[in-house]
């Protein structure tokens, strides 16, 4: 069953940097981007940015250039999306989501199944 | 950046009724759209995919529509455990997410 768990709460202050974690099971690591989706309490899902595991390539949302970095360690399946220079209105959820297609697949892919459970991120001084 | 305009931003429906929402992209996106439904404190949950596939395991009263700039989700007939929010997605060019549409039963 694939599976995706996020690392817990993180309480930062403005200005700090964030990083959360997404340990990948049930599937091929390599074989999906795995991309990076937020939510702001009461707000809507807003788009950050997905990698390659395989390759380690990247693509970010323009609203997060320059702030956000994506990673993964392929030997424990694992992503990770660091967030610096925090403000307040970084405070949000983050959630991992995998695509549904392979990379190597054909047919374009671009939904998202499964997602971790979310990570809470408050900024506070 | 393509934008997503999804309406309309909330809606009360009684059990039974059918519930149509729409979401309207800022350029030609042909068929990569998505839904899905979110209850509160929940991760979203994938529903349809390519504007019209229904995801394995998702009721058959749900359905989408549509091709180009302009989008249709359906409820045929809603049910109280429908009670969420709906967010549509486009996957044209990167990702973008609609405003969302919170449902509630009148």
């Known amino acids: 069953q694939v599976h995706l768990v996020q690392s817990g709460a993180e309480v930062k202050k403005p200005g700090a940097s964030v990083k959360v974690s997404c340990k990948a099971s049930g599937y091929t690591f390599t074989g999906y981007y795995m991309h990076w989706v937020r939510q702001a309490p009461g707000q809507g899902l807003e788009w950050m940015g997905r990698?390659?595991?395989?390759?380690?390539?990247?693509n970010y949302a323009q609203n997060f250039q320059g702030r956000v970095t994506m990673t993964r360690d392929t030997s424990i399946s694992t992503a990770y999306m660091e967030l610096s220079r925090l403000t307040s209105d970084d405070t949000a959820v983050y959630y991992c989501?995998?695509?549904?297609?392979?990379?190597?697949?054909?047919?374009?892919?671009?939904?998202?199944?499964?997602w971790g459970q979310g990570t809470l991120v408050t900024v506070s001084s | 950046d393509i934008q997503m305009t999804q309406s309309p931003s909330s809606l009360s429906a009684s059990v039974g009724d059918r519930v149509t929402i729409t979401c309207q992209a800022s350029q030609d996106i042909s068929n990569y759209l998505n839904w899905y439904q979110q209850k509160p404190g929940k991760a979203p949950k994938l529903l349809i995919y390519d504007a019209s596939n229904l995801e394995t395991g998702v009721p058959s009263r749900f359905s989408g529509s549509g091709s180009g700039t302009d989008f249709t989700f359906t409820i045929s007939s809603l049910e109280p455990e429908d009670i969420a929010t709906y967010y549509c997605?486009?996957?044209?060019?990167?990702?973008?997410f609609g405003q969302g549409t919170k449902l509630d039963i009148k």
């Open positions: 989501a995998r695509d549904s297609v392979p990379i190597v697949a054909t047919i374009r892919g671009g939904w998202f199944d499964p």
């Open positions: 990698i390659n595991p395989n390759s380690g390539g990247t």
């Open positions: 997605q486009q996957y044209d060019n990167l990702h973008t």
